[in-house]
């Protein structure tokens, strides 16, 4: 008969707070984010090639921009992200 194998409990680790991690956001989500169009308009948007980011056509779907580096443009016009309000 075969003996199984003895399980090791999961380790547990702590997650420290990284100051070194880069806040990437999908551009959909950015663009909804910044009061231009729905997530789904903005998937559209995408792949019709009308969204530049940094000067470049991103024509694909799941693109991750930084928000505070990266510039995006619409038809020539610079986007500019909308305020949070916090309540």
């Not at 409990?9 to 169009?37: E, I, M």
Request: contains cysteine; glycine residues 6%.
């Amino acid at each position: 008969d075969t003996a199984r194998p003895v399980r090791k409990p999961f380790a547990r680790t702590r997650t420290l707070a990284r100051t070194d991690v880069v806040p990437y956001v999908r551009l959909n989500k950015w663009l909804a984010d910044a009061g231009v169009c729905s997530r789904r308009e903005a998937d559209l948007l995408i792949t019709q090639g009308k969204v530049w980011v940094n000067r470049k056509v991103s024509m694909t779907l799941g693109a991750r921009i930084v928000p505070d580096k990266d510039e995006v443009t619409i038809g020539g016009k610079i986007i500019v992200p909308r305020k949070r309000k916090h309540y």
